[in-house]
């Protein structure tokens, strides 16, 4: 049977805007959506690119140090339609582009095949998200994603030889792709609404046609392509493509430019272009003949009486960035002007709620109180002598004029209305010009004309005065337009580097800047770029404030190659300026130092890279110790020479808590590299240990055959207490099925800070399961950070069977405190590559480990603990990640403790914990509490049924406590609310008495704990 394989990378971004640490991938939106060259085996695992069977391998892409490598097997069996690059935001009908390097290691054996890129929308990741089957969006679709499709041929990608097979080597592919209205298989979203939607990718190899409606015929087709004979040793060989990525990149095309680049023009060269352009006006004609030599222009007649006041658009539907300056630009010429006087113009910027029906308008600045006005606007006038139409007795002069007039949106509107400045740039704005002679203060815009009316010094009812209410006004050559004065540029870059460059050598940058006019640079972006034989490799990408300066250290990776510094500014409403190039020098110098424990001693090493042909310089190693209280025990000093790789051991004190190891040139006394540090006993001197594990199922045990010692808590547990005989260790459990982080701040007092912790596992990746839990997580972080003796925290990352990146948003949190990270599924496909053996050997039902997956997670966690690196404090720090994170002060009542009424008896559920059940409809249970924050705790149950929860007597939430195979009562996770407002709430629990489906045996509510407090931000 011809069958297919699916082929994914997957990878977390962060939102909005995004913080990017050095040697790291960058998070953004815009314009660099992703960048990363897998410089070591850390960035192959750490950025979660989740490739199956994936390992890393020595020596990249375009003079990097490494790639990712991965073996994909074309069989159906191993069809996975998964993500490939995960968790981006895109602008409809703006174009990006998608480049990587790639190499076929197989090539040999392999048919060129074609590429498919997939632009994805997930329903399961997009809350709200509504695909249609036709064009005018009215027939939901019942299909769980819509995607768009780029395909290359083999041509195009670049990696076809003569006799139609794979060239040898590395070849970059790049993909150009914008999102549209239409997406693939006959699915619509709505274009208004796709930048709110989460995209992602998904890369495929086979050899179609372009003309499909189901991605599985993608690699079946291939399939069909092999030549060999089925069965034989060719066609197997076949069957696989043994592929290395490096250089990844997702990025707005610079030439794309800015969304408003260039609004709107027409010079009205025929007739049919007055009929197709954005121009509203009454009464409208062609003119032949039109300014500057056009061949024509539109003629309009307006009334000026005020029984014919018509408030109708100008330019229609532009969308403009709030804060950046733009120009309206025509020739007019008034074919009456003998006849008026010359008038005032002005020009009013225009949102209109019939065009925005989810436009809300302010009458504060606060933006609290909504108005009911129809439309908001700005204005500008120019006077006639502005306008340059007035002759010398104030008439209008004859002919043709060029008027200019500049504008930009801004928070507060004209009439008091106010909107926010980030939802301008989503709304259909319009520009509308007037004549008349008013002053600038007006209130309403029917007195503008009136005003005009009453210029007219003719007698009322001759005429002259008829002729006078009248302007018959020619127009050509209308432009709206961003200034050309606010295009920016990089003017200067400079370091303070000189000469050849040092491994770990601190360099300083700066630039000099011309921003443009209203729209602000809010960002830089800063590309660390080394080139070694005509090939380039970015090395570092980060984002940093517009300071005018950055730093970074020099990577391990450059050694033997020349840097350069790549300059990219990027204002507030998304341009980015030319790239600025700066020369940097040749990395000829390199010293890096490692520190470790080793069966209870210290061991430590130099390594040195010298390509200037000098002696070994002479340096001198020191290894100082310290007890608990930071106290200097002991200083070990070695004097090495700086070549090759020189090593030793130390054997510690007993009291010793720390070690560090500093490299100092002999001569001069100044450090050479990077001091280290690590724990050499971290509970040194302690006689009690408090060790507690947060998490789900897979902490609680859940598939090993005895959860209390061949799960990993307890093989982790059993180090703890080996590793500390003369200490009392506890080894707390606290790990609860099918919940998440949000769960585990609720119960941090009760189940963790009550314990007087001194070390927190915390495992809710997979439970998490890559949804953004930043305020969960930081939040626990921030309440353990505020104990009197904060503990050391350790981010545990556990994986399912698909190797699904679950962690984005922990991982996150984690470098923003700098917290130990242990990536679980990392070592998982280390060992399936190492031992040939299937995922389900370790993960039977896809998420919870065998004995033989516990002991894969426990061994790496005894591994990384036994280094002694991973005992670090998160950082005490003000900043926040999120802004709804904070210091949580949450307290609990039992159930039974609540008011309640009807017929609730008191049961006993796992944990040994009281639950509150009853099974009668209207049954309720209520508790009043001061704070910002409930939670509720419930019991699942075989019987469970179903019931409401009301807050300050609104309906919040509705769930059930049904669980299959659960006899007894299982504490789980039931709803909350991190968002209340500060103040006194009532919360009311309903009992509905109905089951929520057939296979529940009963109508039981079952609730355990009523959760209540403060989360301070």
Same mark, same amino acid.
């Given at each position: 049977?011809?069958?297919?394989?699916?082929?994914?990378?997957?990878?977390?971004?962060?939102?909005?805007?995004?913080?990017?640490?050095?040697?790291?991938?960058?998070?953004?939106?815009?314009?660099?959506?992703?960048?990363?060259?897998?410089?070591?085996?850390?960035?192959?695992?750490?950025?979660?690119?989740?490739?199956?069977?994936?390992?890393?391998?020595?020596?990249?892409?375009?003079?990097?140090?490494?790639?990712?490598?991965?073996?994909?097997?074309?069989?159906? $069996? =191993?069809?996975?339609?998964? &993500?490939?690059?995960?968790?981006?935001?895109? !602008?409809?009908?703006? @174009? %990006?582009?998608? /480049?990587?390097?790639?190499?076929?290691?197989?090539?040999?054996?392999?048919?060129?095949?074609?590429?498919?890129?997939?632009?994805?929308?997930?329903?399961?990741?997009?809350?709200?998200?509504?695909?249609?089957?036709?064009?005018?969006?009215?027939?939901?679709?019942?299909?769980?994603?819509?995607?768009?499709?780029?395909?290359?041929?083999?041509?195009?990608?670049?990696?076809?030889?003569?006799?139609?097979?794979?060239?040898?080597?590395?070849?970059?592919?790049?993909?150009?792709?914008?999102?549209?209205?239409?997406?693939?298989?006959?699915?619509?979203?709505?274009?208004?609404?796709?930048?709110?939607?989460?995209?992602?990718?998904?890369?495929?190899?086979?050899?179609?046609?372009?003309?499909?409606?189901?991605? $599985? =015929?993608?690699?079946?087709? &291939?399939?069909?392509?092999?030549?060999?004979? !089925?069965?034989?040793? @060719? %066609?197997?060989? /076949?069957?696989?493509?043994?592929?290395?990525?490096?250089?990844?990149?997702?990025?707005?095309?610079?030439?794309?430019?800015?969304?408003?680049?260039?609004?709107?023009?027409?010079?009205?060269?025929?007739?049919?272009?007055?009929?197709?352009?954005?121009?509203?006006?009454?009464?409208?004609?062609?003119?032949?003949?039109?300014?500057?030599?056009?061949?024509?222009?539109?003629?309009?007649?307006?009334?000026?009486?005020?029984?014919?006041?018509?408030?109708?658009?100008?330019?229609?539907?532009?969308?403009?960035?709030?804060?950046?300056?733009?120009?309206?630009?025509?020739?007019?010429?008034?074919?009456?002007?003998?006849?008026?006087?010359?008038?005032?113009?002005?020009?009013?910027?225009?949102?209109?709620?019939?065009? =925005?029906?989810?436009?809300?308008?302010?009458?504060?600045?606060?933006?609290?109180?909504?108005?009911?006005?129809?439309?908001?606007?700005?204005?500008?006038?120019?006077?006639?002598?502005?306008?340059?139409?007035?002759?010398?007795?104030?008439?209008?002069?004859?002919?043709?004029?060029?008027?200019?007039?500049?504008?930009?949106?801004?928070?507060?509107?004209?009439?008091?209305?106010?909107?926010?400045?980030?939802?301008?740039?989503?709304?259909?704005?319009?520009?509308?010009?007037?004549?008349?002679?008013?002053?600038?203060?007006?209130?309403?815009?029917?007195?503008?004309?009136?005003?005009?009316?009453?210029?007219?010094?003719?007698?009322?009812?001759?005429?002259?005065?008829?002729?006078?209410?009248?302007?018959?006004?020619?127009?050509?050559?209308?432009?709206?337009?961003?200034?050309?004065?606010?295009?920016?540029?990089?003017?200067?870059?400079?370091?303070?580097?000189?000469?050849?460059?040092?491994?770990?050598?601190?360099?300083?940058?700066?630039?000099?800047?011309?921003?443009?006019?209203?729209?602000?640079?809010?960002?830089?972006?800063?590309?660390?770029?080394?080139?070694?034989?005509?090939?380039?490799?970015?090395?570092?990408?980060?984002?940093?404030?517009?300071?005018?300066?950055?730093?970074?250290?020099?990577?391990?990776?450059?050694?033997?190659?020349?840097?350069?510094?790549?300059?990219?500014?990027?204002?507030?409403?998304?341009?980015?300026?030319?790239?600025?190039?700066?020369?940097?020098?040749?990395?000829?110098?390199?010293?890096?130092?490692?520190?470790?424990?080793?069966?209870?001693?210290?061991?430590?090493?130099?390594?040195?890279?010298?390509?200037?042909?000098?002696?070994?310089?002479?340096?001198?190693?020191?290894?100082?110790?310290?007890?608990?209280?930071?106290?200097?025990?002991?200083?070990?000093?070695?004097?090495?020479?700086?070549?090759?790789?020189?090593?030793?051991?130390?054997?510690?004190?007993?009291?010793?808590?720390?070690?560090?190891?500093?490299?100092?040139?002999?001569?001069?006394?100044?450090?050479?590299?990077?001091?280290?540090?690590?724990?050499?006993?971290?509970?040194?001197?302690?006689?009690?240990?408090?060790?507690?594990?947060?998490?789900?199922?897979?902490?609680?045990?859940?598939?090993?055959?005895?959860?209390?010692?061949?799960?990993?808590?307890?093989?982790?547990?059993?180090?703890?207490?080996?590793?500390?005989?003369?200490?009392?260790?506890?080894?707390?459990?606290?790990?609860?099925?099918?919940?998440?982080?949000?769960?585990?701040?609720?119960?941090?007092?009760?189940?963790?800070?009550?314990?007087?912790?001194?070390?927190?596992?915390?495992?809710?990746?997979?439970?998490?399961?890559?949804?953004?839990?930043?305020?969960?997580?930081?939040?626990?972080?921030?309440?353990?950070?505020?104990?009197?003796?904060?503990?050391?925290?350790?981010?545990?990352?556990?994986?399912?069977?698909?190797?699904?990146?679950?962690?984005?948003?922990?991982?996150?949190?984690?470098?923003?405190?700098?917290?130990?990270?242990?990536?679980?599924?990392?070592?998982?496909?280390?060992?399936?590559?190492?031992?040939?053996?299937?995922?389900?050997?370790?993960?039977?039902?896809?998420?919870?480990?065998?004995?033989?997956?516990?002991?894969?997670?426990?061994?790496?966690?005894?591994?990384?603990?036994?280094?002694?690196?991973?005992?670090?404090?998160?950082?005490?720090?003000?900043?926040?990640?999120?802004?709804?994170?904070?210091?949580?002060?949450?307290?609990?009542?039992?159930?039974?403790?609540?008011?309640?009424?009807?017929?609730?008896?008191?049961?006993?559920?796992?944990?040994?914990?009281?639950?509150?059940?009853?099974?009668?409809?209207?049954?309720?249970?209520?508790?009043?509490?001061?704070?910002?924050?409930?939670?509720?705790?419930?019991?699942?149950?075989?019987?469970?049924?179903?019931?409401?929860?009301?807050?300050?007597?609104?309906?919040?939430?509705?769930?059930?406590?049904?669980?299959?195979?659960?006899?007894?009562?299982?504490?789980?996770?039931?709803?909350?609310?991190?968002?209340?407002?500060?103040?006194?709430?009532?919360?009311?629990?309903?009992?509905?008495?109905?089951?929520?489906?057939?296979?529940?045996?009963?109508?039981?509510?079952?609730?355990?704990?009523?959760?209540?407090?403060?989360?301070?931000?």
């Amino acid at each position: 049977m011809k069958k297919v394989f699916a082929m994914c990378l997957s990878f977390c971004l962060l939102l909005s805007c995004v913080a990017a640490s050095a040697q790291t991938m960058v998070n953004v939106q815009e314009p660099a959506l992703y960048v990363n060259g897998f410089e070591s085996v850390e960035e192959v695992t750490d950025k979660a690119v989740t490739l199956p069977n994936r390992v890393f391998e020595e020596g990249g892409a375009a003079g990097s140090a490494g790639a990712m490598r991965v073996m994909f097997q074309s069989p159906y $069996a =191993n069809y996975q339609p998964s &993500y490939g690059l995960r968790y981006f935001q895109f !602008e409809p009908g703006v @174009e %990006y582009e998608l /480049s990587m390097w790639m190499k076929f290691n197989n090539a040999e054996n392999i048919k060129a095949p074609k590429i498919q890129i997939l632009s994805y929308y997930a329903k399961d990741q997009n809350e709200g998200m509504t695909v249609y089957t036709d064009e005018t969006l009215t027939t939901e679709k019942s299909s769980t994603f819509a995607a768009g499709s780029v395909y290359l041929t083999a041509e195009e990608a670049g990696w076809t030889a003569e006799d139609g097979s794979v060239k040898p080597g590395w070849h970059k592919v790049s993909v150009p792709f914008s999102v549209q209205k239409k997406m693939l298989w006959g699915a619509y979203l709505d274009p208004e609404k796709i930048a709110d939607y989460k995209a992602s990718f998904i890369f495929r190899f086979g050899a179609t046609n372009d003309v499909m409606n189901n991605p $599985a =015929n993608f690699m079946e087709d &291939y399939v069909a392509s092999i030549e060999a004979e !089925e069965g034989s040793e @060719e %066609y197997y060989k /076949s069957l696989y493509m043994d592929i290395s990525f490096d250089d990844i990149t997702v990025k707005r095309k610079v030439d794309s430019g800015a969304l408003d680049a260039n609004l709107f023009s027409n010079r009205f060269e025929v007739q049919a272009d007055i009929e197709n352009s954005m121009l509203t006006l009454p009464g409208k004609t062609w003119v032949s003949g039109g300014a500057d030599n056009s061949v024509g222009a539109v003629n309009s007649v307006y009334q000026s009486a005020k029984s014919s006041y018509q408030p109708s658009y100008g330019l229609r539907y532009f969308q403009i960035v709030p804060d950046t300056e733009y120009e309206l630009s025509m020739w007019i010429k008034f074919n009456n002007a003998e006849h008026i006087k010359a008038p005032h113009v002005r020009a009013l910027t225009f949102f209109h709620k019939d065009d =925005n029906p989810g436009m809300v308008v302010y009458s504060n600045a606060e933006l609290t109180q909504e108005k009911t006005s129809t439309y908001v606007a700005g204005s500008v006038f120019l006077t006639p002598e502005e306008a340059g139409w007035t002759a010398e007795d104030g008439s209008v002069k004859p002919g043709w004029h060029k008027i200019t007039i500049p504008f930009s949106i801004q928070k507060k509107m004209l009439w008091g209305s106010y909107l926010k400045t980030e939802d301008i740039t989503s709304l259909k704005g319009s520009i509308l010009f007037r004549f008349g002679s008013a002053n600038d203060n007006i209130t309403d815009p029917k007195n503008y004309m009136d005003d005009y009316v009453a210029s007219i010094e003719a007698e009322e009812g001759s005429e002259e005065y008829y002729k006078s209410l009248y302007m018959d006004i020619s127009y050509d050559d209308i432009a709206v337009t961003r200034k050309t004065e606010s295009t920016f540029e990089i003017t200067e870059a400079t370091s303070d580097a000189s000469g050849d460059l040092k491994v770990g050598q601190k360099i300083s940058l700066t630039y000099d800047l011309k921003e443009p006019a209203n729209d602000p640079v809010t960002k830089m972006l800063l590309e660390i770029c080394q080139h070694d034989n005509g090939e380039t490799a970015t090395v570092q990408s980060m984002y940093v404030e517009p300071t005018g300066k950055a730093s970074f250290r020099v990577p391990e990776v450059s050694y033997g190659k020349t840097l350069t510094a790549n300059w990219t500014a990027i204002t507030k409403s998304g341009m980015t300026s030319a790239v600025k190039t700066l020369e940097l020098g040749n990395v000829t110098y390199s010293v890096v130092s490692n520190l470790a424990i080793k069966d209870g001693s210290l061991s430590w090493s130099v390594t040195t890279k010298n390509s200037t042909g000098e002696d070994a310089r002479s340096a001198i190693v020191y290894v100082p110790t310290y007890n608990q209280t930071g106290k200097l025990l002991d200083v070990t000093s070695i004097p090495i020479a700086l070549q090759d790789t020189v090593s030793g051991t130390i054997t510690p004190k007993s009291a010793a808590k720390n070690a560090k190891l500093f490299v100092w040139d002999a001569d001069t006394l100044e450090p050479i590299c990077k001091e280290k540090e690590i724990a050499v006993n971290i509970f040194a001197g302690k006689d009690e240990i408090n060790i507690v594990y947060l998490g789900g199922s897979i902490t609680e045990g859940v598939g090993a055959s005895d959860y209390k010692n061949t799960s990993y808590r307890g093989l982790v547990g059993k180090y703890f207490t080996e590793a500390y005989p003369d200490a009392k260790v506890n080894n707390v459990h606290q790990g609860v099925g099918g919940t998440g982080s949000d769960y585990g701040l609720i119960r941090l007092e009760r189940d963790v800070m009550s314990y007087n912790p001194d070390l927190v596992f915390v495992e809710f990746a997979v439970n998490d399961n890559g949804k953004d839990s930043r305020v969960e997580m930081e939040s626990i972080v921030r309440t353990l950070n505020n104990l009197e003796h904060p503990p050391y925290i350790i981010y545990l990352y556990t994986t399912r069977s698909s190797f699904a990146n679950v962690k984005p948003y922990h991982v996150e949190v984690a470098e923003h405190y700098d917290i130990p990270q242990i990536d679980l599924q990392k070592e998982l496909l280390r060992v399936m590559n190492e031992t040939g053996n299937d995922v389900s050997v370790y993960l039977p039902d896809g998420v919870h480990p065998s004995d033989a997956g516990h002991r894969v997670y426990a061994e790496k966690i005894i591994a990384c603990l036994k280094t002694g690196k991973y005992y670090s404090y998160p950082k005490q720090i003000e900043e926040k990640l999120m802004d709804m994170s904070g210091v949580a002060d949450i307290s609990c009542i039992h159930a039974k403790d609540a008011e309640y009424t009807g017929s609730w008896t008191e049961e006993i559920g796992n944990f040994d914990r009281s639950v509150m059940v009853s099974e009668t409809a209207g049954d309720t249970m209520k508790f009043t509490f001061t704070g910002n924050f409930f939670g509720l705790e419930h019991a699942l149950n075989l019987a469970g049924g179903r019931y409401e929860v009301y807050v300050d007597g609104e309906l919040y939430n509705a769930n059930h406590c049904y669980y299959r195979n659960v006899n007894y009562y299982h504490s789980r996770f039931g709803c909350a609310d991190f968002l209340l407002d500060y103040g006194t709430h009532t919360v009311e629990i309903k009992v509905l008495g109905t089951k929520p489906n057939d296979d529940s045996v009963g109508t039981k509510v079952c609730i355990v704990n009523l959760f209540y407090g403060i989360i301070d931000r």
